[in-house]
């Protein structure tokens, strides 16, 4: 294998993703936001800068079936997608292109899921990282606007988009999901018991009609404080992270 690669294993090993060893590399972030799609057998599924696709793949890994595609600005990280779907066998399109100048490609297609784990941190505020590849993984070049204007005009009728950011983001977020999309959810995702929620998904729906729902958080870790060198998990994350579980909204 490539010395600049390594393997990692996803889900307690039901898939495994070549990701740079130096550079952008995937966390609990799109695991969870995978977890979170509520997508049926035989859906359409795009994910807005896929990255090595390892929320796509954790998705597809839950739901057979699936008809996948990816959008991914940086060529390296467009081909690494590509490899990772034919590693685990996943039948998918990747394209290569700038989401905010949609490509000719998709621009008249409409998918029931529409996912995103956008860059979170927004560089009019904040270092930029060292390494140029982490850096667009991390720091916003494309404003937010960009990414929930590109994620709603995909998505079909009645279909979901969902985004994975900041907790901090989350006002900033709301304002333009709502301007086009309906039936919002929000679920905080806390480090552990009375801790402020880090990150949050946002669910949303073309067409929707119920009103915004603020949603009890999933905590993500047990205990009051970290026990040493070792996962303490909560049981609902543990069922997400190794065993390729649903994160189910609450009714």
């Not at 799609?37 to 793949?57: D, I």
């Not at 690494?80 to 292109?97: C, K, S």
Request: charge should be positive; hydrophobic fraction near 45%; charged fraction near 20%.
């Amino acid at each position: 294998m490539d010395s600049t690669l390594t393997r990692d294993a996803f889900l307690g090993g039901r898939i495994t993703l070549a990701q740079p060893a130096q550079g952008y590399r995937a966390g609990v972030d799109p695991v969870l936001l995978a977890a979170s799609v509520p997508a049926k057998p035989g859906q359409s599924v795009l994910e807005l800068g896929c990255g090595a696709g390892t929320a796509m793949f954790c998705l597809a890994a839950r739901v057979p079936g699936l008809a996948l595609t990816g959008i991914e600005v940086q060529p390296a990280y467009a081909a690494l997608a590509r490899q990772n779907a034919a590693d685990n066998g996943f039948p998918a399109e990747v394209i290569t292109g700038d989401l905010a100048q949609m490509p000719e490609a998709l621009r008249a297609r409409r998918f029931d899921h529409v996912l995103a784990n956008p860059p979170y941190f927004d560089r009019r505020a904040g270092i930029a990282a060292a390494q140029a590849e982490r850096e667009a993984a991390l720091g916003e070049m494309t404003p937010l606007e960009a990414w929930v204007a590109g994620a709603a005009k995909r998505c079909a009728p009645k279909g979901y988009v969902s985004f994975i950011h900041r907790a901090e983001r989350l006002p900033e977020l709301l304002a333009l999901i709502s301007a086009r999309l309906g039936s919002v959810q929000a679920l905080p995702l806390i480090p552990r018991r009375g801790r402020a929620a880090r990150l949050v998904i946002v669910r949303a729906r073309q067409g929707g009609r119920t009103e915004f729902r603020l949603l009890d958080g999933l905590v993500m870790h047990e205990g009051d404080t970290h026990p040493g060198d070792r996962e303490n998990y909560s049981t609902a994350m543990t069922a997400i992270l190794r065993h390729g579980a649903a994160l189910e909204f609450p009714a």
